[in-house]
Nanobody
Framework: QVQLVESGGGLVQPGGSLRLSCAAS????????MSWYRQAPGKERELVAA????????NYAASVKGRFTISRDNAKNTVYLQMNSLKPEDTAVYYC?????????????WGQGTQVAVSS
């Protein structure tokens, strides 16, 4: 069955770094665009970063541009999110998403999330 398993979250001080990983299985990873979303308490889930299926195009939320880097390894069926210069407002549960559009149907898979807490 389809699985997206996030790892790498934790508690870090402001200015620190974390690297999130999302290991995929049960579908053809290289056919899917991959994204990281996050949801802070009391807030809606928001897109953080996205990468195209081939890895050729990336997109970032304005709040993380220049600090976060999304990448993928299609040979390992894994997508990463390198997070540098972390701020308290980056505290959230981070979710991995796999998306593919085969008109007229969209396929979306989600991981269970990994908690990131930025605090001194």
């Amino acid at each position: 069955q389809v699985q997206l398993v996030e790892s790498g979250g934790g508690l870090v001080q402001p200015g620190g770094s974390l690297r999130l990983s999302c290991a995929a299985s049960g579908f053809t990873f290289s056919n899917y665009d991959m994204s990281w979303y996050r949801q802070a308490p009391g807030k809606e889930r928001e897109l953080v970063a996205a990468i195209a299926s081939t890895g050729g195009m990336t997109n970032y939320a304005a709040s993380v541009k220049g600090r976060f880097t999304i990448s993928r390894d299609n040979a390992k069926n894994t997508v990463y999110l390198q997070m540098n210069s972390l701020k308290p407002e980056d505290t959230a549960v981070y979710y991995c998403n796999a998306h593919r559009l085969v008109v007229p149907r969209a396929y979306d898979y989600w991981g269970q999330g990994t908690q990131v807490a930025v605090s001194s």
